[in-house]
């Protein structure tokens, strides 16, 4: 927390809001997303590109925050977007985004979903495996139609993160793999397609990187294949695309690069890579989720219940948890959280900040410096925007929070708060003898 994201009162700002006006308007929990530093995120990417005079795609991967809003902002700052499925292509549609300005990925894309593309001008197919070309060939058939294509290959490098969010390494259910030909078999396949058009290759290693050797590996690896297509079948791949994994402070142990610095390694990688051969400078792409939505994002909750144990940590629970922010749980994920109504209280104790969901695990951090805390007191964690609200779920019927978007002092919900009522909408009643 910079001294600029506090008020007068002294209470945190997000988006020129003040945090502890904004619980108290949309209740808790709430997640708030700070427009400008999704704005801020995707310039910082692009300037880079730009001042070194590269082809360039940013492309954000909207699984990390799916939402009309957020395609909405993505749209306005002239970034292009992955999906990873016919939902989030749903919603990109009826944000108004250009689908010509979407790669759908996915390691099992349905029939369904391949229509659903091709019908609506998806700007690149990025083809994972054999059963799937075959079934984009049929989809292409029946409506008569072209595509663009990008094959993605399985780079045989794993970065070091959690092993629950690596890609690249070889034994991995992504992408075709290199050592068994089964990438120059594809390479061939999709050659052979009439209404395919093979723009490029892609590989992703992996989320949460902090290092560039990573993305120089993966860019090495990407032009090597491209060479040796283009020496062996004729192939010149136009694009290559290092997916995305750039990694962000979650915590102060956390020393990521900035954007700038990861994507000046992979310009400078590629651009050496291809100075030893014919491909010409291909156009860069890039795929980041976390480090455009993951640093907007703020989780606002209610202090309630505290249990005191002798001898060890206290527990201190608020009215969300693993429902609104599974990481901790499922990747034991760290987070700051402050008190909303004086981020830079003197720390009083470490506790166990726990969620109000019915399971041991559900602990927010395990240990979490505070000062004192009350009942009804609103804390903030920082940094939830990526893969937060997008992996929300309703355990113990728990309705999934309101999202509100905040920018030069104005806030505006985006996404409703779940009701009672939308959590038996689909629920039918048993009719049976
Ligand atoms: N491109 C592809 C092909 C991907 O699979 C992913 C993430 C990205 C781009 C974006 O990666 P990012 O820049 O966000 O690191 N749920 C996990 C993260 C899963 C990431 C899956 N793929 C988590 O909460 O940490």
């Known amino acids: 927390i910079s001294a600029d994201q506090i008020n007068a009162a002294g209470h945190l700002m997000i988006g020129g809001c003040d945090a502890v006006d904004l619980a108290a308007q949309y209740g808790t929990p709430l997640v ?96 994972d495996n054999f059963h799937e070309i075959d079934l984009l060939n049929r989809v292409l058939e029946e409506l008569d139609a072209n595509v663009q294509v990008m ?36 390479l061939e396949k999709v050659q052979a397609s009439p209404r395919m058009t093979m723009i490029g290759l892609h590989a992703h290693i992996g989320s949460q990187i902090f290092e560039v050797a990573g993305f120089e590996g993966v860019a090495n690896k990407l032009v090597a294949v491209a060479d040796h297509w283009q020496k062996q079948f004729g192939y010149r791949a136009r694009v290559i695309n290092v997916g995305g994994g750039f990694g962000i402070r979650y915590v102060k142990d956390d020393q990521p690069l900035r954007p700038e610095e990861f994507v000046d390694a992979i310009i400078k990688a590629i651009k050496k890579a291809v100075a030893g051969t014919n491909l010409g400078q291909p156009a860069i792409w890039i795929e980041p989720g976390r480090s455009i939505a993951g640093p907007a994002g703020y989780n606002l909750y209610t202090v309630g219940s505290r249990k005191d144990l002798p001898g060890l940590k206290s527990y201190v629970t608020v009215d969300g948890g693993m429902g609104d922010n599974i990481r901790p749980a499922l990747y034991q994920a760290q987070y700051e959280t402050v008190l909303a109504s004086d981020p830079q209280a003197p720390l009083k104790e470490h506790v166990r900040l726990a969620g109000k969901y019915c399971e041991s695990g559900d602990i927010l951090s395990q240990d979490q410096a505070l000062p004192a805390t009350k009942p009804g007191d609103i804390l903030a964690t920082l940094d939830t925007g990526a893969y937060g609200y997008a992996m929300a779920s309703n355990y113990n019927r728990n309705p999934r929070p309101a999202v509100v978007f905040a920018e030069n002092g104005h806030s505006q919900v985006v996404i409703k708060r779940e009701s009672y009522d939308d959590l038996v909408h689909l629920d039918r009643p048993y009719e049976g003898k």
């Open 151 to 186: 094959l993605r290959i399985t780079p045989g490098i794993s970065a070091h993160t959690n092993k629950y969010i690596q890609t690249g390494q070889v034994d991995s259910k992504f992408g075709f793999d290199l050592e068994s030909g089964q990438a120059d078999q594809a």
């Open 32 to 127: 708030v997303y700070d427009v400008s530093q999704i704005r801020q995120q995707i310039r910082a990417f692009q300037r880079v590109f730009a001042k070194n005079q590269v082809d360039y795609t940013v492309s954000y991967a909207s699984k990390a925050f799916a939402a009309v809003a957020m395609y909405q902002v993505v749209n306005q700052e002239g970034a292009h977007i992955d999906v990873v499925s016919g939902g989030e292509m749903y919603t990109a549609l009826k944000a108004g985004f250009p689908l010509a300005h979407a790669s759908f990925h996915g390691n099992n894309k349905s029939y369904d979903e391949l229509v659903m593309a091709v019908k609506n001008h998806i700007g690149v197919v990025v083809v």
